[in-house]
């Protein structure tokens, strides 16, 4: 026998403890979280590129661009970090366009180029730790 509720459990689960980790992260973890889910959003879109889901692509990519734009590039103190923050907004465009351009043309080459990106700006940021 089966039972429908127990995906929808864990989903809600995750849920949960998602919010729980984003209302007591501090600014430092939150800008951690931002990346962790950019990069799954890439990691989905490839898997989904490789099965063939052209809307589960898209979606993914999607929320990657959402995440980047909306979050990492937001996030930027365009007054305190001055030529830093200047390129880093440079970058996370980059980045989108690329991703635009691996939805258009399902281009492996590209997510993977993003994600290599933003897992080298996320070590950078791990390794500075919560002095900012």
Not at 25 to 33: E, I, N, R, S
Not at 47 to 53: R, T
Not at 56 to 76: C, R
Request: glycine share 10%; hydrophobic share 45%; net charge negative.
């Amino acid at each position: 026998m089966s039972f429908g509720f127990a995906p929808r459990a864990a989903n809600a689960y995750a849920q949960v403890g998602l919010e729980t980790g984003v209302s007591t992260a501090d600014p430092h973890k939150l800008v951690l979280m931002l990346f962790e889910g950019a990069l799954l959003s890439i990691a989905k879109a490839s898997a989904a590129l490789d099965s063939q889901d052209i809307p589960g692509k898209g979606m993914a990519i999607s929320k990657a661009i959402e995440i980047i734009n909306d979050g990492l590039k937001v996030s930027l103190d365009y007054e305190a970090g001055g030529d830093l923050a200047e390129k880093l907004g440079a970058l996370y465009d980059y980045m989108t366009s690329r991703l635009l351009y691996a939805n258009l043309h399902s281009s492996r080459p590209a997510l993977d180029e993003v994600a290599g990106l933003l897992r080298d700006i996320k070590g950078a940021w791990e390794s500075i730790g919560t002095t900012v």
